[in-house]
């Protein structure tokens, strides 16, 4: 008899046990249906389809539209007919309102990047929150994969959909299209955090310039198609991985406002790099702190401390900043060889070299003719630019040097060039 009951009570826990474990089924599986659902639904969002509502969102519709048509056109080719430009593959809300006229901008920042490093954009965006400009280089299956992901960017983002604008760059015989069926790169994304989590995947996928299939990184051309993408008076031209001073953009306005800038100055911003583990410093006050205790250094203090010298360091860590921290010039230099400063400029300077590619020279070329077509350079005095991680001799690529040694005659070439091109400058690099 007690045996009876010790086998009964078994039994109803057995039971409870079985239908508690169907319900769990029935719930995973309710679950996996409607996450399916979801996932269909958000792809239709972003692409139309019989599971979207008809017009549920109508300036993403429009985006869409924007960017078939942007892609219809097969984009343009270069000078050198090497590569093809998708310029303004997608617009952002304030250039498309700044060409209707509704809006205006003093300064834009302008950047360049393959796929592997885009995942810098969303800390780039969150300390500048200003009109961005960002050219980047895609090739192979790469090219598929960046439309697909700055679309998404461009969907999924606020704050990318009101200031961002993309340009793609590719090799003249690839094509991008639009990603109408790419289910593959689209699986999982429901949200801003899930894109840039899809691009933390991707990132640092080659070394520096190494691009799969030994093909040249075209920085300088990349810096044009960015540049030319704005519509502002003033650009600011960075590499993703380069951080500004905070509320650079305003600081920079009021300036202007209060001095009106001759039309040959661009205005310095003093470069350094920080230990990784370290936080980017907002303010020069903060800055300061860390150079003195070595955490942050000049630019490419160990690999060319030369490059970055003329800007005279030591001479920006002491001036005096005003305690309402308003931004002036500290301080103008002339240029010399071999300073490659970051700066912002007006439109209106020469662009850079396209000739110059992969590593070495691109940049000091540019500063060469600025300083041959007579600018001066006016250092600010509480604005700079940060470089995340100390640059240090063997974490570049294998062809670093062989590829120095080409541009440096490349850049004998380009100075001859120059006397040419400027016959009643009596400057020199």
Not at 405 to 427: A, H, I, W
Request: net charge positive.
């Amino acid at each position: 008899m007690h045996f009876s009951k010790k086998c009964s009570v078994f039994k109803v826990v057995l039971s409870a046990l079985l239908i508690v474990a169907l319900l769990q089924l029935i719930y995973l599986s309710f679950l996996s249906k409607f996450h399916g659902k979801q996932q269909r639904y958000r792809y239709s969002e972003l692409f139309g389809g019989s599971a979207a509502k008809k017009n549920a969102y109508p300036e993403k519709n429009t985006r869409k539209e924007r960017l078939r048509y942007s892609l219809s056109t097969g984009g343009i080719f270069d000078n050198s007919g090497q590569y093809r430009v998708y310029k303004n593959l997608i617009k952002s809300d304030f250039t498309t309102n700044l060409i209707a006229g509704s809006d205006s901008n003093v300064l834009t920042l302008a950047t360049h990047t393959t796929i592997n490093n885009l995942h810098h954009l969303e800390s780039l965006l969150e300390r500048w929150q200003n009109p961005l400009s960002v050219a980047i280089f895609a090739h192979g299956e790469d090219v598929k994969f960046s439309t697909a992901l700055v679309y998404a960017l461009s969907f999924f983002c606020p704050q990318i959909q009101a200031l961002v604008d993309f340009h793609l760059v590719c090799l003249s015989g690839e094509i991008a299209s639009f990603p109408e069926q790419d289910h593959e790169h689209f699986a999982g994304l429901e949200d801003c955090a899930s894109v840039f989590s899809r691009l933390e995947t991707h990132k640092d996928k080659y070394k520096n310039y190494v691009i799969n299939g030994n093909i040249s990184y075209p920085n300088n051309l990349l810096r044009n198609v960015a540049r030319g993408g704005t519509e502002s008076s003033y650009v600011l031209v960075l590499d993703i991985d380069m951080m500004p001073s905070a509320d650079l953009h305003n600081h920079f306005q009021a300036m202007i406002t209060r001095r009106e800038p001759a039309s040959d100055e661009v205005f310095v911003l003093p470069a350094f790099e920080i230990r990784h583990a370290r936080k980017i410093p907002a303010t020069k006050a903060e800055l300061v702190q860390l150079y003195q205790v070595g955490e942050v250094r000049p630019f490419y203090e160990e690999l060319c401390p030369r490059c970055q010298a003329p800007t005279n360091y030591s001479q920006w860590v002491n001036s005096h900043v005003r305690e309402t921290g308003t931004l002036e010039v500290a301080y103008t230099l002339t240029w010399i060889d071999p300073w490659e400063p970051f700066y912002i400029g007006p439109h209106t300077v020469p662009l850079y070299d396209e000739i110059f590619k992969q590593y070495g020279f691109n940049r000091i070329s540019q500063a060469c003719e600025l300083h041959v077509a007579g600018y001066r350079f006016s250092v600010l005095s509480s604005a700079f630019v940060v470089h995340r991680g100390f640059k240090i001799q063997g974490e570049f690529h294998s062809k670093k040097e062989e590829e120095n040694k080409q541009n440096r005659v490349l850049f004998r070439s380009f100075k001859e060039g120059l006397k040419t091109k400027y016959p009643s400058s009596t400057r020199r690099c």
